[in-house]
């Protein structure tokens, strides 16, 4: 490796590191009302809600907010593609950290409500705006390498936030206080990224990372600066295959942030443990997400055109079974089984989740239309998020955790069929089935 090879690599882990650090605070900025939810409940109990008003109640704030995010993905997250990746990024996170503050210092539904849709609305500039930038550092050969990587941000970022999260409530904290600890710590990697964040390779004297020669946009993908909005947009909603990749989206999404919001609540309600067990428990999840996620994405880059379909297929598939299975478990029956198999589904769901908005998404946008490509899977599939607060909620208390579960598993199974329609049409095309 000469010297101005070893030198963009460098670069290049010092810009995975920025961007890894910066999206793991922003879901300390996030995972946060995950894990208080069981002391938000309680302090509302206290002013005179029954328990089961007050978790349908934040499980409908939790939706408006995850409306509010999609919303964001359509018409803020494209913006990137115009202003540039690094913009949106830090945006995003100055945003957040106002809207957490305001939650903390909120004394009822009305604050929490306002507060929480905000943090969500301006939190859906930042994965967008990583996607454009990793478009301008990283060949089209290394997407699902990068990807994987930076991806570990949402992932094991948030899986040691929510153990420091139930440190801090096992050790004295409440809600208040985990959420101003959690934007003291984002505005501290705020200054990081502001100070040492490049917007391109090109700005230090290298040269521009060669886009996929597939991608949608065809020469223009390896122009960074899209000229109409028109343009921008067309190609992709042409695509068969980019709707494919919404639908899954939107699958993997409901199951991904059901058990986001959702497995503090579980494990506490249901499997038994205390209120800062299950805020450190439910880091099994994004855990073993993070540990598929780095294998597929590395071995997606080996396995040619057709490998990130195959693999989703297969996933989203075993997913249904360990859902069902989860569902069919009687409450009691100890702590172990239910652990394991939230680890597993978290392990099954999340790798093919964190494709579609991250190295798919780079496929199809090359450095012309990354970020908008991204936002619009990210957002379809947000759409389906909105269920994982309310709905989810509504059928918990009605049907109990083995009702919501079962339903899951049925989305999984419809999940893995588009993965399969995805996969024979690549199939067709690479070979000409």
Not at 307 to 332: D, P, Q
């Amino acid at each position: 490796m000469n010297r101005t090879n070893r030198r963009l690599a460098v670069w290049q882990g010092i810009t995975i590191a920025l961007l890894f650090i910066g999206y793991a605070g922003y879901y300390l900025c996030r995972s946060d009302f995950s894990v208080s939810l069981p002391l938000i409940i309680d302090e509302l109990a206290r002013h005179g809600m029954t328990p089961a008003q007050a978790k349908i109640r934040l499980g409908a704030v939790t939706s408006i907010a995850v409306l509010a995010y999609a919303i964001g993905k359509f018409f803020l997250a494209g913006i990137a593609d115009f202003l540039g990746g690094k913009r949106n990024f830090l945006i995003g996170m100055v945003g957040s950290i106002l809207f957490t503050i305001l939650f903390s210092l909120g004394g009822g539904l009305p604050i929490f409500t306002l507060a929480w849709i905000g943090n969500r609305l301006v939190q859906s500039c930042g994965w967008a705006g990583m996607v454009k930038i990793t478009s301008r550092w990283f060949s089209y050969s290394s997407y699902g390498a990068a990807m994987a990587v930076i991806s570990l941000s949402y992932l094991f970022g948030d899986a040691a936030g929510r153990q420091f999260m139930g440190f801090l409530i096992g050790h004295g904290f409440g809600w208040r206080g985990v959420f101003q600890v959690a934007a003291g710590t984002l505005f501290v990697i705020f200054i990081a990224n502001l100070l040492l964040l490049k917007e391109s390779r090109a700005q230090l004297g290298f040269a521009e990372p060669e886009v996929n020669p597939l991608n949608l946009f065809g020469a223009e993908g390896s122009d960074p600066k899209p000229s109409s909005l028109r343009g921008l947009l067309a190609p992709l909603l042409r695509s068969p295959a980019f709707w494919i990749v919404c639908a899954l989206s939107l699958g993997t999404t409901l199951v991904r942030e059901t058990f986001n919001t959702w497995t503090p609540t579980y494990f506490n309600q249901v499997v038994g443990y205390s209120k800062a067990e299950a805020a450190g428990m439910s880091a099994v999840f994004p855990f073993f997400g993070g540990v598929a996620v780095l294998l597929t994405g590395f071995w997606s880059d080996r396995l040619g055109r057709t490998g990130r379909s195959a693999i989703m297929f297969y996933s989203l598939l075993l997913c249904a079974g360990a859902l069902f299975a989860l569902g069919s478990l009687r409450a009691g029956g100890g702590h172990a089984v239910p652990a394991f198999l939230v680890g597993l589904i978290g392990f099954l769901v999340i790798g093919p989740y964190a494709y579609l908005a991250g190295a798919i998404a780079l496929d199809f946008g090359g450095k012309h239309g990354s970020a908008t490509s991204s936002g619009i899977i990210d957002g379809v599939g947000y759409l389906g998020g909105i269920l994982a607060g309310d709905a989810v909620a509504r059928i918990s208390v009605r049907f109990g955790w083995t009702g919501a579960f079962l339903a899951l598993a049925g989305v999984a199974l419809l999940s893995s069929g588009a993965a399969a329609m995805l996969l024979m049409g690549q199939r067709r095309q690479v070979y000409g089935d």
